[in-house]
């Protein structure tokens, strides 16, 4: 007996349908966001689909002809089996709903915070905030072709620095002209040092098509998820980094460092490991291979340590991170090689309505190892925004925040970044115009007495930048400071 072949129609269906798959794959990178919904969420959907799938069964059983009798009698689906949807629905709504927390949960009981007695000594702050960066940098890039893209703060062999990628400007250079290279600008000092490293960089963000950066590493890796690309200066010319996040767990899956590409000028793309980036000196010393974003999460699920009980009704030890700024906590800090080196660091409150500061996080920046430093009991130590308000509170000459009836607001605090003298927690933070051209001023508020302790004039002092590195390093507040 000849077996059933397919009929041209169905032949042609099925080379359609293959043709679609490949058409897919091809463009792959197109569709990552809406994949990529299913593969880090499974519990969202998967009850749901189970349910319905089970209430497909038992429709088609419940409306199966068994005899005779039943062939002649129509019959009609169980009205109870309008539950499996209704369950479906109900199933989806709560899972979308819980599902950060249960993430949140796992990253908890899966991530070592290891307690510290004390907090590490000096540490190499930047001195210009994010906001200042950008202006400054734009200010001084004189390209009508090119615009500046991507500011990360990069760990240095001569200090941190702010870098920037140089991307062609307008729809026809997008699609038709390669990034030139990228900026360079000191972040200890705030007077503007740009420098400009030309390398052209084939492969790039802001690229179109098959030159974009995202194409091309979605191609290399789809069920990844890409962090911030960076731009570095390596012996080989400039490159850009990009960690990437891999997710573990069945139903509840969280992120975790996969791995990090390096793009070359030429285009060549290297997909290496953690363990393998960190054992690369030019990688390792920039403090970008442990991304901030992943920190960060990392330390907010800390608040999930006494259980999901505990972080919604019980609330004890409990942390909570906020911001003060565009630019959000961590921020990066150098250690040094004889120290514990680059860390993120992030202040942490109580929750609640309170400001004081509770917590302090230190993860490293090349293996994402956790630290953490708790604020003893009975010792008080002001948290992030108390610092901010410290500050606005002082008369500062030629300053002015906005406060009080006809107050102009001319200036802004921001970016009160931890920074540890002598081992005690102090604030930096800058005080910009509203513009946010130039820093201004420096300032450091104690965190333990709540007051402002140093202020550096760093719009009429040239040596402004000097004497607040020797107050981070020693504690001693050079002749003439405020």
Do not use: C
């Not at 906020?322 to 250690?335: M, S, V």
């Amino acid at each position: 007996m000849r077996r059933p072949s397919l009929t041209p129609p169905r032949v042609g269906l099925l080379a359609l349908a293959l043709l679609g798959l490949v058409g897919l794959w091809l463009v792959r990178p197109l569709w990552h966001g809406f994949a990529l919904l299913f593969w880090t969420s499974p519990v969202v959907w998967l009850p749901p689909v189970l349910v319905l799938l089970a209430g497909g069964v038992a429709l088609r059983r419940s409306t199966q002809w068994r005899t005779l009798e039943e062939l002649q009698t129509p019959r009609r689906p169980d009205a109870r089996l309008i539950a499996f949807p209704i369950t479906a629905f109900f199933l989806l709504v709560a899972a979308s709903a819980f599902n950060s927390t249960l993430v949140q949960r796992s990253l908890a009981k899966n991530t070592t915070f290891e307690a510290i007695p004390q907090l590490p000594g000096g540490g190499q702050v930047r001195l210009v905030p994010r906001e200042v960066a950008e202006q400054n940098a734009s200010s001084a890039f004189n390209s009508s072709t090119e615009t500046l893209t991507d500011f990360r703060i990069v760990n240095t062999a001569d200090g941190l620095k702010w870098t920037a990628l140089r991307t062609p400007q307008g729809l026809f250079r997008t699609f038709s002209k390669k990034s030139q290279g990228l900026v360079v600008l000191d972040a200890e000092q705030t007077a503007r040092s740009l420098t400009q490293v030309d390398r052209e960089l084939s492969v790039a963000p802001g690229l179109q098509v098959t030159d974009n950066l995202r194409w091309r590493l979605l191609k290399r890796r789809f069920f990844v998820e890409l962090q911030d690309p960076v731009g570095i200066q390596t012996s080989d010319g400039a490159k850009i980094m990009v960690p990437y996040l891999e997710r573990k767990g069945l139903l509840v899956r969280r992120p975790v460092l996969g791995g990090v590409f390096v793009v070359s000028g030429d285009g060549s793309i290297e997909d290496l490991e953690p363990g393998e980036a960190a054992r690369r000196p030019e990688l390792a010393s920039t403090g970008r291979i442990y991304p901030d974003t992943l920190a960060r999460v990392e330390q907010d699920s800390y608040a999930y340590k006494g259980g999901i009980f505990n972080k919604i009704f019980v609330h004890e030890d409990q942390t909570q991170i906020t911001d003060t700024a565009l630019n959000r906590q961590p921020y990066l800090i150098d250690f040094g090689e004889k120290g514990i080196g680059t860390q993120w660091v992030t202040v942490a409150e109580p929750y609640g309505r309170a400001f004081a500061a509770s917590a302090i996080f230190l993860t490293d920046a090349v293996t994402g190892k956790q630290r953490v430093w708790r604020v003893p009991p009975g010792r008080s130590l002001s948290g992030n925004r108390r610092a901010l308000e410290a500050v606005r509170a002082v008369s500062i000459p030629g300053i002015d925040f906005g406060q009080g009836v006809g107050g102009t607001g001319n200036f802004r605090v921001v970016e009160p970044r931890p920074v540890f003298v002598n081992n005690r927690l102090v604030y930096l933070a800058s005080i910009i115009p509203i513009s946010a051209n130039a820093v201004s001023k420096t300032v450091v508020v104690d965190a333990e007495t709540n007051k402002l302790v140093a202020r550096f004039d760093n719009d009429t002092d040239p040596n402004a930048e000097a004497k607040t590195q020797r107050y981070l390093a020693t504690g001693e507040l050079p002749d003439g400071t405020q």
